[in-house]
Nanobody
Framework: QVQLQESGGGSVQAGGSLRLSCAVS????????MGWYRQHLGEEREGIAA??????TRYADSVQGRFTIAQDNTKTLYLQMNSLKPEDTGMYYC??????????????????WGQGTQVTVSS
């Protein structure tokens, strides 16, 4: 398994931007599928962006065109978030898995999760 540590969350006004980072350590061979989940207060986590070993990306409709997922050669994962809306407020989690399931990591039963970073968007 890998260890994941998110950073970059914070508070921003609507229309602003933030960039989240997820540092990866440990057995990176088990992280061929990585992605970001978001959890609104009182709701389940939802997958919002993912990238697989071939660089194929996937986005939830709610963030398509505003968020961009990327990964560098150290496997550090990023989420560039532009045109932020109040409904983007939530806890953001990084996830890694041996393979994508339905396009996202964290669904195989063998995935790893970070601790999460809070994003708050005010109107």
């Amino acid at each position: 398994q890998v260890q994941l540590q998110e950073s970059g969350g914070g508070s921003v006004q609507a229309g602003g931007s933030l960039r989240l980072s997820c540092a990866v350590s440990g057995d990176t061979d088990t992280s061929d599928c990585m992605g970001w989940y978001r959890q609104h207060l009182g709701e389940e986590r939802e997958g919002i962006a993912a990238i697989d070993r071939d660089g194929t990306t996937r986005y939830a409709d709610s963030v398509q065109g505003r968020f961009t997922i990327a990964q560098d050669n150290t496997k550090t994962l990023y989420l560039q978030m532009n045109s932020l809306k109040p409904e983007d407020t939530g806890m953001y989690y990084c996830a890694a898995d041996m393979y994508c399931t339905d396009g996202y990591p964290g669904r195989s039963g063998f995935g790893s999760w970070g601790q999460g970073t809070q994003v708050t968007v005010s109107s």
